[in-house]
């Protein structure tokens, strides 16, 4: 289905597409995979949690970049959520977060259960933390926050 057959079967109420409902296509884009398949427990609530936390932060805005959420500010990224059904996730929802030069040896060492170091990014000092089973929203905040401060212009920064 195109992404424009997504958007109708979201926005107009009643609307079944190739025998589906809104509902499946909503459920299908938020997860990566159609509500019929549910192997294994789905953090839907962890990307809600995620979203709210980035787009509290000053201009911040999301884009849709590899398949998954990203979140920029003045389009520069500084979290990205990682779906545990796809390739980035590796078979658990997380959030990539740029990091101070050093912290993420710090962060993985420290807390191997909790901080990895991600594909692709990881070799540039971003740390991956794992948002399933006791995921540590109030500590998230504050990674999530220092991030943003690492790319936001001086005068966005200053409004934290």
Same mark, same amino acid.
């Given at each position: 289905?195109?992404? &424009?057959?997504?958007?109708? $079967?979201? =926005? !107009? ?14 459920? $299908?884009?938020? =997860?990566? %995979? ?13 990307? !809600? %949690? ?5 787009? #509290? ?10 398949? #998954?959420? =990203? ?7 500084? *979290? ?6 796809? &390739? &980035?996730?590796?078979?658990? #929802?997380?959030? +990539? ?12 060492? $420290? *807390? ?22 006791? #995921?540590? +929203? ?16 001086? %005068?966005?920064? *200053?409004?934290?």
């Amino acid at each position: 289905m195109s992404r &424009h057959g997504e958007e109708l $079967a979201e =926005t !107009t109420p009643g609307v079944r597409l190739g025998g589906r409902s809104a509902d499946y296509f909503v459920a $299908a884009r938020v =997860t990566g %995979r159609s509500p019929g398949n549910q192997e294994g427990p789905i953090p839907v609530g962890a990307l !809600t %949690r995620l979203r709210k936390l980035c787009l #509290a932060l000053p201009e911040s805005h999301e884009v849709e970049a590899w398949a #998954a959420p =990203t979140f920029r500010v003045r389009n520069k990224m500084f *979290a990205m959520y990682a779906a545990a059904e796809n &390739h &980035h996730g590796g078979g658990r #929802a997380s959030v +990539w977060i740029k990091a101070a030069p050093g912290n993420q040896d710090v962060m993985v060492g $420290a *807390a191997p259960a909790r901080f990895f170091v991600p594909p692709y990014v990881g070799p540039s000092g971003w740390v991956g933390v794992y948002l399933d089973g006791g #995921a540590d +929203w109030t500590g998230l905040k504050e990674l999530l926050r220092d991030s943003y401060v690492l790319v936001a212009p001086k %005068r966005l920064a *200053a409004l934290l």
